[in-house]
């Protein structure tokens, strides 16, 4: 039986999820007393979408902040380590050498990222111990602000980072942790763009110029991140693709990535797709997306990734720039901040 070319670049590309919500599922899971979380349920999908690589994220949920953000982003570190050490698929990846191993031997390499300071906002400290206990990407805020910086939800107050988020800036440049911009304020945005003296990522942002949303970056945000060495990760939650989420599409997810292309280049775009799959309680069915949202047709779970490969195809893109936005491109930075 042939095989499909587009089907073979995608299986044999390393896949890089830049942005994923897992571990609050795992947290959540084991907390009710499931066991296996990520070998059971999410590594048959990882692989059914091609998944080679996820930034996995500590996100804590609002109800834990601020009093409690350190104590729930360790519990759920801790939920996501005890459940890695219960399977071979998935492993953690502290080390450049554990990276290069997962991806050879067809394991899943997760990388730990932090999405929202406020777990490391007592002090530069903090975020040392959780670089020991792996984490190479942190987003200063999620929509909030906090005691580092400005996050987009707080837009009207036209804050920046602050004296703590420009230590912590400078922390984290030497940790060789790569700072993410995907929820700071426009101000909070240009000053982590003036402090840094290492590359910034939006892991997971989309263009403004095809979606009003708040959350996305505008054409001068993006150069600018490209400028760093760094790159945007495209997102493919509805309400980031289209003014009308009605309207959103694994097309309107492919007008992003032109866009951006178009400004940057292909050699600085991924993928971000902010996906965290979860069974729903009594449904029997998948769903994606934050708080229920859900991405665009055609790309409704992660498993839907090799319909981006397919639409890179048929829109021109050679093997080198699709192999490059699934991951290639990504990849090179974790391995970088992993060494």
């Known amino acids: 039986m042939s095989v499909d070319p587009v089907d073979r670049l995608h299986r044999d590309a390393v896949v890089v999820d830049c942005h994923s919500d897992v571990l609050c599922d795992v947290a959540r ?48 570190l801790g939920a996501g380590l005890d459940d890695v050490s219960e399977g071979e698929g998935v492993v953690l990846c502290r080390s450049g050498e554990q ?48 005691l580092l910086a400005e996050g987009i939800g707080e837009e009207r107050a036209n804050g920046g980072l602050t004296e703590l988020g420009r230590a912590m800036v400078a922390e984290a440049n030497r940790l060789g942790i790569l700072l993410d911009v995907s929820h700071l304020s426009v101000k909070s945005f240009w000053d982590l763009i003036e402090a840094s003296r290492s590359p910034v990522i939006a892991s997971h942002s989309n263009a403004k110029a095809l979606c009003a949303h708040r959350r996305n970056l505008d054409d001068d945000q993006i150069r600018a991140v490209a400028d760093t060495g760094g790159f945007v990760g495209v997102n493919a939650v509805a309400e980031f693709l289209d003014d009308d989420p009605e309207r959103a599409s694994i097309e309107r997810l492919l007008d992003h990535i032109d866009h951006i292309v178009g400004l940057i280049g292909p050699e600085r775009v991924a993928l971000g797709p902010d996906f965290v799959d979860f069974m729903r309680a009594g449904a029997g069915a998948w769903s994606s997306g934050i708080s229920g949202t859900t991405g665009p047709n055609g790309f409704a779970t992660i498993t839907d990734l090799p319909n981006v490969t397919a639409g890179l195809a048929r829109r021109g893109y050679d093997e080198t720039a699709i192999r490059g936005i699934l991951g290639g491109n990504a990849r090179k930075m974790l391995r970088a901040a992993l060494t």
């Open 29 to 76: 899971r084991r907390a009710a007393g499931e066991h296996g979380v990520l070998e059971r349920l999410h590594l048959p999908r990882w692989r059914e979408g091609g998944v080679d690589v996820v930034v996995a994220a500590l996100y804590v949920e609002e109800e834990h902040k601020p009093d409690r953000a350190l104590r729930r982003a360790v519990t759920m």
């Open 99 to 146: 990276f290069d191993r997962a991806i050879e031997r067809g394991q899943v390499a997760l990388v730990l990222g932090i999405e929202g300071g406020e777990c490391v906002q007592d002090g530069v400290e903090s975020l040392r111990v959780f670089a020991e206990l792996g984490v190479r990407v942190l987003g200063l805020t999620w929509n909030q602000r906090n």
